[in-house]
Nanobody, 116 residues
Framework: QVQLVESGGGLVQSGGSLRLSCAAS????????MDWHRQAPGKQRELVAG???????NYADFVEDRFTISRDNARNTVYLQMNSLKPDDTAVYYC??????????WGQGTQVTVSS
């Protein structure tokens, strides 16, 4: 069983930055790929960025080099550094622990609100 707890969300002005953290408890964190997803009101949840157990990263097109995902296996934590935030980035951000194509665990989410 893996438990995920996100933190770092908040209210920021357009153009600002936030760093999200997702702390994992439970064994075998280093074996999971970790993803950040987001869900805005009235929209479907969408993938923002992912990082494999080996550190290979991928990003959604809308990230446009503004976000960086990283992981610290010694701390069982995955991060999402978000720069140049836009109002369209407003959403609840979730981290997920994935093996293969299946997300096995989700966090409870952290709210990010970007004001114009």
């Amino acid at each position: 069983q893996v438990q995920l707890v996100e933190s770092g969300g908040g209210l920021v002005q357009s153009g600002g930055s936030l760093r999200l953290s997702c702390a994992a408890s439970g064994p075998f964190f280093s074996l999971y790929a970790m993803d950040w997803h987001r869900q805005a009101p009235g929209k479907q949840r969408e993938l923002v960025a992912g990082i494999t157990s080996g550190g290979i990263t991928n990003y959604a097109d809308f990230v446009e080099d503004r976000f960086t995902i990283s992981r610290d296996n010694a701390r069982n934590t995955v991060y999402l550094q978000m720069n140049s935030l836009k109002p369209d980035d407003t959403a609840v951000y979730y981290c997920g622990a994935r093996r293969g194509r299946r997300t096995e665990y989700w966090g409870q989410g952290t709210q990010v609100t970007v004001s114009s």
